[in-house]
């Protein structure tokens, strides 16, 4: 990536990486997994390294492989298995950007070795990246893709990682796909009122019906 890190305008930034995010779009199958996993360790490994003045276009960067790994899922039909897979990695796999609990149930009690402010990143444009595909999602695709921040906004190990999960699934662009695909229950998006958090964690009641 670097490429990237040498990049200085914004036009020639953009192009850059959509170029880089659009080489999942081509990858066979057995390819894409291995390869999303190479991506999200190398960010996270070199997240916190990263000069502030140089960070947007690594944020830049995320957001279109954010979109390109939908699309992907997108083309080959939402295949079950490759969904499973890819939820796996990103929401319970030591790298996995969305990772709460992790690796052995994450031992060193902050979900895996992403950095948080990797972890907000991907929250913030976790939606952003659904939008190139909503229209053609299956409800129970769409409640499926949510899980891993259904996971954070309920069992994020700090406040601010649940506040930002939950602010996810009250974005209003969730609401109206939500109505579109007939509003699924509390129980499909797998978030109940009479959640038990200790430690004193607030409630957290899910989408509204």
Known sequence: MTGIHHTASPLPQQRLCSSL??????LPTQTFIPFL?????????????????????????IRYYVASSFMYLHNREWDTGLLEAFLSLVG????????????????????????????YHVLDVWIDGLEGVVEKIDRKVLVEV????????????????????????????????????DNPSRNELGLHSDNHHEGGREEWEGLGD
């Not at 319970?92 to 972890?119: A, F, H, I, Y």
């Open 21 to 26: 995010a659009s080489l999942l779009l081509s």
């Open 37 to 61: 996993f190479a991506f999200w360790q190398t960010i996270g490994t070199n997240f916190s390294s990263i000069p502030s003045l140089r960070l947007d276009k690594y944020l830049l960067l």
């Open 92 to 119: 319970d796999s030591e790298w996995g950007p969305l990772t709460v609990g992790g690796v052995d149930d994450m031992q060193n009690g902050r979900g895996g070795k992403v950095p948080d402010g990797l972890r």
């Open 146 to 181: 949510m899980k891993p921040v259904q996971k954070a906004a309920e069992s994020g190990k700090t406040k601010v990682l649940r506040k930002r999960a939950k602010a996810v699934l009250g974005d209003e662009r969730l609401s109206d796909w939500m109505e579109e695909n």
